[in-house]
């Protein structure tokens, strides 16, 4: 072989190379492209319906937790068996008592980000309940029972939890409630995703369970992304897109390396 076929050869076989290294690396996902969604206190996963059909028809592949509701522990464990089922990055989305729940199951190598829609997010060492000092929500009540498990006041559910649906879908929320064990607001939490995660949070102005004001407290503590949505508590259910949006932004922006999830850390202090 002459020397001129040698070096046509050797520069053919070169450009395939760069051109297939080249397209393998355009082949890799540009952002998270899984989602792991959880409830939270007095609903199911259905209530997430919305949600999934935005996300999926964009693409993404959406896993819903059932939640017992039962103990923390529980719930958390429910989470991590749906994280372990994800195949890559993994966007953590919480509604209400779930963002409790996503506080400490977040911390799995595969949640790049964190979603919290009209969620609490207590640090580590504190429990749920103590995020409600210094506020109030009288139109939310819960009746707890004699086995320990509550559920939202029938009289004052529609005001209190679902302001922004029709009679018909609040009395279906009222009669279909999960009831949740309330000693879960008095237990500490072990991990705090949210130090070491990207977090963005979703506010519906219009809440009744929730202070607003402890929801921008909060989101504020956590250097969330806030975006407020008008909307009652049942956002999750009433606005899916505005929800959807902002995980759509979430797994695209979730890029944050150690350094700067630290700085945001030391910033939340």
Known sequence: MNTGIRKFIFAAVASASIVGASGGAQAQPT?????????????????????????????????????????????????????????????????????TVITEAGVDPKVV?????????????????????????????????ADGFGLVNREKFKIGFAGDTSDADAAFMRDSQVPINMS?????????????????AVIATDDKAFDVRMLHKMAKRIGATV??????????????????????????????????AANRTASSR
């Open 31 to 99: 952002h998270a492209k899984n989602v792991v969604l959880v409830h939270g206190a007095f609903a199911d996963g259905s209530g997430w319906r919305g949600v999934y059909n935005e996300l999926t028809g964009r693409g993404y592949r959406v896993t819903i937790v059932q939640n017992p509701l039962t103990s923390l522990a529980d719930d958390v464990a429910a989470t991590q068996r749906a994280i372990a089922r994800q195949d890559g990055p993994t966007i953590l989305v919480g509604h209400s008592w779930g963002g």
């Open 113 to 145: 980000g964190l979603v919290y829609v009209s969620a609490l997010s207590p640090d580590a060492g504190e429990t749920t309940a103590e995020q409600y000092t210094g506020f109030s929500a009288p139109e939310f009540v819960i009746d707890t029972h």
């Open 184 to 200: 879960v607001f008095a237990t500490k939490l072990k991990h705090a995703a949210w130090r070491t995660k990207p977090s963005w």
């Open 227 to 260: 975006t407020e949505v008008k909307a009652s508590h049942a956002v999750f259910m009433t606005q899916p897109k505005a929800v959807s949006d902002v995980i759509d932004r979430a797994a695209r922006e979730a890029k944050l390396t150690g350094s700067n």
